[in-house]
């Protein structure tokens, strides 16, 4: 009987001693220093941008780290999140202002906050910039003109909307707008029709228009909308939102009368746990910086983070300074030069 017992007891430490050591590798702990050490990366939604890229991203990664194997997984942003709190992941795919809002509960995290682990700043890739679409023979030229126009900015549920709601508001105009909520796959067809007087339009990392804006660009002549200088400043005083211009190329074959579009922008890239070990996220943001040039030839995506990592790295993360950097990443940015004096530097955890 004692036998069995025994037996027994020792069945549940081995267990016990299984499920840490898988959680350790899980988060990033190797357990002595040539121990493989796995990372659970979500990747945003299948049919994404940064998903489609996650396969060339991990091998990027598992052949400059020794003993790192990044396997990357499909999953919304919010859900990413959710499971870097959990600690079953160990980074997920998401842009500033899903970390602000994380680590302040609110937003989708308001009413089921993060635990006490939170994805922070790490690594920023690329920017989507949006901007106003309108028909180029309409009377509608500048972002005052929309006071009284229909215009759409997509759904609620959307970031780019949320964003650019947060944006309108911020200049005083979403009360004077006739919104029309669409989803954005529907934005072409309504401009198209008449049915709204303007609409957003985004590109992802100044090559890559989505289907909407391509619609919009084969099937409507197109204007796009001027920004004044102070409406431009006030994008910056929008927590996670940059003011910037992307190529009028990146967005639309024809002419439509300029080389830059002026828009606003949330930057894109992974995002490590605070709990997840410093040493191993500093040679990943290491190796992405010296390899910058390597990674824009996986994706075009990765072209305006390889052009100058530096000024994007400072863009992204100035523009939510009050959602600490991963004490990795940080240790890296300060030994390039790039850490600001309003940046916030995680704990680490030993």
Not at 148 to 153: Q, T
């Amino acid at each position: 009987m004692k036998r069995n017992v025994t037996k027994a007891f020792l069945r549940v430490i081995l267990l016990g001693v299984c499920a840490m050591s898988l959680m350790f590798a899980q988060r990033g702990y190797a357990q002595t220093k040539n121990e493989p050490v796995s990372w659970r990366v979500i990747c945003g939604d299948e049919a994404g941008l940064a998903y489609a890229i996650s396969g060339g991203l991990s091998k990027f990664l598992n052949d400059r780290i020794p003993n790192l194997k990044m396997l990357p997984e499909p999953g919304g942003t919010v859900l990413g999140a959710r499971l870097v709190s959990k600690g079953e992941a160990a980074a997920t795919y998401a842009h500033q202002t899903l970390l602000w809002e994380g680590y302040h509960n609110k937003g989708p995290f308001q009413k089921s906050p993060l635990g006490k682990v939170k994805p922070l700043h790490t690594i920023y890739f690329y920017p989507v910039t949006m901007f106003i679409v309108t028909k180029a023979d309409s009377n509608i030229r500048t972002i005052d003109d929309l006071a009284g126009k229909r215009v759409s900015l997509g759904i609620p549920a959307a970031g780019l909307t949320t964003a650019s709601v947060d944006l309108f508001k911020a200049w005083g105009l979403w009360d004077k707008i006739q919104n029309r909520w669409m989803s954005l796959n529907d934005l072409a067809d309504a401009l198209k029709a008449g049915n709204v007087d303007a609409v957003l339009g985004w590109t992802v990392g100044d090559f890559s228009p989505p289907t909407a804006v391509v619609q919009m660009d084969t099937y409507t002549k197109c204007r796009v909308l001027d920004i004044s200088d102070e409406q431009k400043k006030t994008i910056g005083k929008v927590s996670g939102l940059v003011s910037r211009d992307t190529p009028t190329r990146a967005a639309f074959k024809q002419d439509i009368g300029v080389d830059k579009i002026p828009g606003w922008a949330l930057w894109f890239g992974f995002q490590w746990g605070s709990d997840v070990d410093a040493e191993m996220v500093y040679k990943s943001v290491k190796s992405f910086f010296e390899g910058a040039q390597d990674l824009a030839k996986i994706s075009k995506a990765f072209e305006v983070f390889a052009a100058d990592p530096k000024a994007a790295t400072i863009a992204a993360i100035s523009s939510t300074p009050d959602v600490p950097v991963h004490p990795g990443a940080s240790k890296y940015y300060k030994e390039i030069g790039i850490w600001q004096k309003n940046w916030i530097e995680g704990k680490a955890k030993n």
